[in-house]
Structure formats: C-alpha cells, structure tokens
C-alpha cells in the first residue's frame, strides 16, 4: 500500500500522529482483502485482531438467544471493529461478514499494546470512539424501544456517515432494505413506507435503490424524538 494511502491516515485514533509515526505504525498492520459474503471474524475466535477499514463494507451481528441474526452496526472506510476486545482483553463476541468486496489493516493486539505503550493518546482515542459509538446506541435504543417506527428510521439515517452537497447531506443504505428493517425491528413494506412519509414531508430526497439526502436536519431530529 503507498506511503500515501494508508489505511491509518483514514481512521480517528491514528490520525492526531506525525506522519513518521503514522508510518511506523503502518509497518505492524498486514493487508487484508476479503470478497463479498467472506466471514471476518467468528464469535470466541482465539486470535483478536484489530480490523482498520480501508475500503468496502461489512456488518457486525451476533446470534440472539432465540437463534436469530441481531445486527449490531455496519462498518466502512475510517471505521474500526476489534478496539472493544483490545480494550478489555476479552475474546470477540460478534460475527462480522462482508458486505461487500473489502480492504483492510490488520493488528494484532499484541503488536497495538506495544505501539500504544509508545503512542498513549492512540487508547485515549479509542475510548472516544466507543464513547461516541455509545451515544449513538443509546440515540437509537430510545427509538427502537418506543412504537414510533419513524422515529427508529430517523434515528438511524441520523447516524448515517454522509457528505455534505448543496446544503443538504447524502448518505446511503448500508444495507438492503430488507436488512436495515431487521435491524430497526420492522418490516421491509413499514419502512419503504416511512421513508416515503419522510420524502412527501420534504425532510429527506430519496435516490436510487439506497441513496438518501437529508434535507431537514431539523425537522429529521424532531422525528428522531419518539413522542
């Protein structure tokens, strides 16, 4: 990978490193590359790694205590999955499978205790992250608990990673539909339905098969707000 496509240049707990470090810390990852519908990482695997996305897609679930696929998050470029297991030296716990074609860094956690003996805000980072993760779970799990449905879709198209355009900003289905209304505990027709709701409101633009522009912030935060 060239000096000037790290894969750590594009993730937060890397990023506040001088570039000589960053290169240095580029020399402990291993290059990874998995195809859509590759499993990544098992649930109690022995080896715990911490995964860098450079490109691509994948999802992080676990199996419920009925047997059923729960999806926890989706992960793309700049994301991380592995810091929770590194942080608490538990083995992982969850499954993560490609979404699609995927390229990655990989540490292992033995070789990332020893840059961060050496680089301490690295782990300082990290604990943002999963503090922010965190306030993005407890964002959606007020949602999810309530009845309002457009409030789950709301929520989760507010913590969708997207680009500003125009004033306005595009984000994009991680997922089939089908998937997300899962993951939202609902049905693929409900949400078809409350993201048209959304449209004919003139909160948000639908494009294509899966791209969105959030074009009332406001008013989306409001209907995040279960009433």
């Known amino acids: 990978m060239a000096d000037d496509d790290l894969c750590v240049t594009r993730v937060p707990i890397f990023r506040g490193l001088t570039r000589a470090e960053q290169l240095r810390v580029a020399k402990f990852a291993r290059p990874m590359q ?3 519908g590759d499993t990544v990482q098992l649930p109690g695997q022995p080896t715990s790694r911490l995964l860098v996305m450079h490109s691509g897609r994948l999802k992080v679930s676990h199996e419920s205590l009925n047997g059923q696929e ?3 998050r ?3 470029d700049g994301d991380v999955v592995g810091e929770r297991a590194f942080l608490t030296g538990h083995r992982p716990c969850d499954l993560v499978v490609a979404l699609e074609d995927s390229r990655m860094c990989v540490f292992d956690h033995a070789d990332l205790a020893a840059l961060l003996r050496d680089y301490p805000d690295i782990s300082q980072r990290m604990l943002r992250t ?3 993760r965190l306030s993005s779970v407890e964002r959606l799990l007020a949602a999810v608990t ?4 457009t409030a789950r879709v709301a929520a989760y198209l507010l913590d969708l990673p997207g680009t500003f355009v125009d004033g306005a ?3 994009e289905l991680p997922m089939a539909k089908q998937e997300v209304a899962r993951y939202l505990g609902t049905t693929p027709e409900t949400l078809s339905r409350r993201l048209a709701a959304l449209a004919a409101a003139g909160t948000i633009g639908l494009v294509g098969r899966r791209g969105i522009r959030i074009l009332d912030a406001d008013a989306l935060e409001e209907a995040a707000t279960p009433g």
């Open 169 to 171: 900003v595009d984000v």
């Open 146 to 149: 309530s009845s309002d449905v």
């Open 74 to 76: 989706t992960v793309t």
């Open 34 to 36: 998995v195809s859509r």
């Open 70 to 72: 729960q999806i926890l």
């Open 130 to 132: 999963l503090s922010d």
